[in-house]
């Protein structure tokens, strides 16, 4: 046993030096953007254009998406003058019915809403795009909506802003 320590130890300590030397790095931040160039998004307000309007949805929406962008990247989020800009309005905000119980009367209604998204990238025109995006979900009709409007609008603004995202620095 005595001859076979010393290669055991060699053994050990090229195995160690092999297994320092290697360094595996995966990172996934979910976006495409190369920060040497791109350091600022400004984000300006989406005022409600839309024919029904309930208010907290504009700021709702504005957290949203100044939050998505602060935390899943590393952009600095301005008022104005950002290597990229998002502009745009929520234009539409309405409910429909959306399946008709035994009785005749609504059972399920459809909340939905659209927001139009003007994006520029300063740093590479190629990629401004003006687009809407929508979202839906539905609710019990015997509920009123003002008794679930906020769970449901905060539900389709997530939807929303992760299109948003997805469409302008995610470019899967």
Not at 29 to 56: E, H, M
Request: with cysteine.
């Amino acid at each position: 046993m005595k001859g076979k320590t010393p290669f055991i130890i060699m053994a050990l300590a090229i195995l160690a030096l092999a297994v320092a030397a290697c360094k595996v790095s995966y990172k996934f931040t979910g976006t495409s953007i190369d920060y040497t160039k791109t350091k600022t998004i400004s984000l300006d307000k989406f005022p409600i254009r839309a024919n029904y309007v309930w208010s907290p949805m504009e700021s709702m929406f504005y957290n949203e998406l100044s939050d998505a962008f602060a935390q899943k990247t590393k952009l600095t989020v301005l008022k104005k003058n950002g290597d990229l800009q998002l502009s745009g309005e929520i234009v539409e905000y309405s409910q429909t019915n959306k399946s008709i119980a035994s009785d005749g009367f609504s059972a399920q209604t459809q909340l939905k809403m659209t927001v139009n998204v003007r994006f520029v990238n300063n740093i590479n025109h190629d990629e401004d795009f003006e687009q809407r995006f929508s979202a839906t979900t539905s609710y019990d009709s015997s509920q009123q909506l003002a008794a679930v409007q906020e769970g449901l609008v905060t539900e389709m603004i997530k939807d929303i802003v992760d299109q948003i995202f997805n469409a302008t620095v995610a470019n899967w």
